[in-house]
C-alpha cells in the first residue's frame, strides 16, 4: 500500500479502489506511442494484469515517441521489450506479453479476458475489429489517435456507443506518423489519458469517460471534446475478418492498386468497384492493406448489391508475403 500511498489518499481510489486495480484485466493493443504511456501509468497505478498484443519489433525511428524502449532493443519485439521494462517498474503487475497481430480471429478471445480494452494500434483495421469485439462481448474500449500536433482518446462500448457510431465514415485516404509526422509529448497525452479513462472505468469512477472524446490540439493549445451517448449505430456496419475465415465459396477482391499476389483473388481498384457483380458468391471479401480502402468500397457497393461483404487488412500475418 504503501507504494501507492499517493493515490490512495484520494477519495476516488482509496483502499478499496487499490484492491479494485490489483484485481484488474486491461488488454492493451499496440506497444508504440500511445501503448508505452498508457501501459505505465497503468502499471504505475498497481492494475493487476496486462496484456500487451504488437506484432512490430523497435526501430531507431519509434524512440523519439517511444521512450520506454532503448538503442540496445533495436529489432526485438516491442512487447517483450515493454514487458521487461514494466517488469523493473512493478514486479507484482503481471505483463503477458504477446508477439502477434491483433486479428478478428483472435480479437475475440482476448477481450472475453479482459475488464477494459485500450486501443493504441495504428490501424483502421483493428480499431473496428477491436470495436466490434467489445460490443460483442460488452467491454468497454479505450481508443485513442494522435497525429502531427494533435489526437484524441474516447470512451466506447461497454454500454456506450461503438467506435462505428462516432466514425460512421471514414476518410479516402489515411496518413500516418512516417507521412504526417508526430512528436512525441502530443501521442504521449493522449496515451496518458486512455491510462486514465482505463483508471476511471475500472474504479468505477462518476462521470464514466465512457461516451466521451477528448481531444487536443498542440498547435492552437487547446483541448476540448464531446459526448456522443445518443450516436446510433450503423444499419449494416461491414465486419472486417482474418485471413483463415475467407471461405471456398466467397469472392475475394483485392482492392490494392499496387502489384499483389493474392492467391485466387481478383483484382478490382477502388474506384471501379461499381463494375463489381457478384452473381451467385455467398460473400464479398473486400481486400486491402490497411482496410481503409476497403470499408470505403464496401460502402459504395452496398448502395447496388443486397449480399453479403466482409473486410480483409492484408496485415493479416496469414497473409505477410503479399506486397
Known amino acids: 500500500m504503501s507504494r501507492h500511498a499517493r493515490q490512495n489518499v484520494l477519495a476516488q481510489v482509496g483502499p478499496q479502489g487499490q484492491r479494485r486495480l490489483a484485481a484488474g484485466r486491461v488488454l492493451i493493443v499496440g506497444a508504440g506511442g500511445l501503448g508505452c504511456p498508457a501501459l505505465q501509468y497503468l502499471v504505475g497505478a498497481g492494475v493487476g494484469r496486462i496484456t500487451l498484443v504488437d506484432p512490430d519489433r523497435v526501430e531507431k525511428t519509434n524512440l523519439h515517441r517511444q521512450p520506454i524502449y532503448r538503442m540496445d532493443q533495436l529489432g526485438r519485439p ?39 480494452v485500450l486501443d493504441c494500434a495504428d490501424s483502421f483495421a483493428v480499431s473496428l475489429t477491436l470495436s466490434d469485439a467489445c460490443i460483442e462481448a460488452g467491454r468497454p474500449l479505450i481508443s485513442g489517435s494522435a497525429l502531427a500536433l494533435s489526437g484524441y482518446a474516447l470512451g466506447c462500448c461497454g454500454g456506450a456507443p461503438s467506435l462505428r457510431a462516432v466514425f460512421p465514415d471514414l476518410p479516402a485516404q489515411g496518413a500516418s506518423c512516417a507521412t504526417a509526422g508526430v512528436l512525441g509529448p502530443v501521442v504521449g497525452m493522449i496515451g496518458a489519458v486512455q491510462a486514465q479513462m482505463a483508471l476511471a472505468v475500472l474504479l468505477g469512477l462518476d462521470p464514466s469517460p465512457l461516451g466521451r472524446l477528448v481531444s487536443f490540439d ?38 490494392r492498386t499496387e502489384a499483389a499476389a493474392v492467391p485466387g483473388a481478383r483484382h478490382l481498384p ?3 468497384i461499381n463494375e463489381l457483380i457478384p452473381g451467385d ?23 447496388h448489391w443486397p449480399g453479403r461483404i466482409a473486410l480483409l487488412a492484408l496485415t493479416d500475418p496469414d497473409l505477410k508475403g503479399t506486397s
Do not use: Y
Open 78 to 116: 516491442k512487447s517483450l521489450a515493454a514487458a521487461e521494462a514494466m517488469a523493473a517498474l512493478d514486479a507484482d503487475v503481471q505483463v503477458a506479453a504477446r508477439v502477434e497481430w491483433l486479428t478478428p480471429a483472435n480479437a475475440p478471445g482476448l477481450v472475453l479476458d479482459a475488464d477494459v
Open 281 to 303: 458468391a455467398a460473400r464479398v471479401v473486400l481486400a486491402c492493406r490497411t482496410g481503409l480502402r476497403a470499408h470505403n468500397a464496401g460502402q459504395v457497393l452496398q448502395r
Open 270 to 272: 477502388p474506384d471501379r
Open 218 to 255: 498542440a498547435a492552437s493549445w487547446r483541448m476540448g471534446g464531446f459526448r456522443f451517448d445518443a450516436a446510433p449505430e450503423p444499419a449494416a456496419p461491414l465486419p472486417f475478418i482474418a485471413a483463415s475465415q475467407v471461405a471456398p465459396d466467397d469472392l475475394l477482391v483485392d482492392l
